[in-house]
């Protein structure tokens, strides 16, 4: 058999027994290996309510008013006073067009951004503009962050309590109830996660 031949066979030969491996089997392995140790987040941390899906653990999601005409593509979403909201999304919290505004920190289209978001956010929440968290200003890499500060959640409980007539202590508690602490006890920031938050929200009575 000529070399060139030999060659060839042994490199496909190789090709089927990686694919075999790397493709089939190493998949398969890591498959079964994250649905044994981590089932809910290997199928998506997707969470319910009254039996139906409402979303993801691990995804943010907008909580706004029904569109006044919704079939112009240019009106803006309103944020509904009734729920907690998640960071801004450079995507509009669309899953499918994730990512940053890719606007640097000398960007002058980003600090106007910021300063129009810090007065929204200040009038909607009722509070003093420089109080607002900075998570509240900014979108995060994704745009898809699921979790925000505790200080923006506690920022929004006097708002969502007279939007709902609930007491606001009620809410703290569900606040702290949803505070994650840090990954591994020291790494990043205490969050709290709005859907899970929200969908306590909806079961006050």
């Known amino acids: 058999m000529p070399t060139f031949l030999r060659t060839h066979l042994t490199a496909l030969r190789m090709l089927l027994v990686m694919t075999v491996i790397l493709g089939i089997a190493y998949p398969l392995l890591v498959t079964g290996i994250s649905q044994l140790a981590f089932p ?13 899906e409402i979303g993801s653990g691990l995804l943010a999601q907008g909580f706004d008013l029904p569109k006044q005409n919704p079939d112009d593509p240019d009106e803006q979403a309103q944020p509904d006073p009734k729920w907690f909201q998640p960071r801004p999304s450079a995507g509009g919290h669309d899953p499918k067009s994730s990512g940053a505004s890719n606007l640097g920190p000398n960007s002058e289209e980003l600090l106007k951004a910021v300063e129009e978001r810090r007065a929204a956010v200040a009038a909607f929440d009722g509070v003093d503009p420089a ?4 998570d509240a200003l900014t979108a995060s890499g994704s745009g898809l962050d699921p979790q925000i500060s505790v200080a923006y959640a ?26 994650d602490g840090r990954s591994l006890g020291f790494l990043g920031q205490p969050g709290v996660n709005v859907l899970l938050l929200n969908r306590a929200v909806a079961g006050l009575k």
Do not use: F, H, M
């Open 40 to 52: 809910d987040r290997a199928d998506g941390s997707i969470v319910k309510a009254d039996g139906k």
């Open 131 to 134: 109080s607002v968290p900075p």
């Open 154 to 179: 506690k920022q929004q409980v006097q708002r969502v309590a007279k939007a709902r007539g609930v007491p606001a202590e009620q809410l703290d508690r569900l606040v702290e109830k949803y505070t």
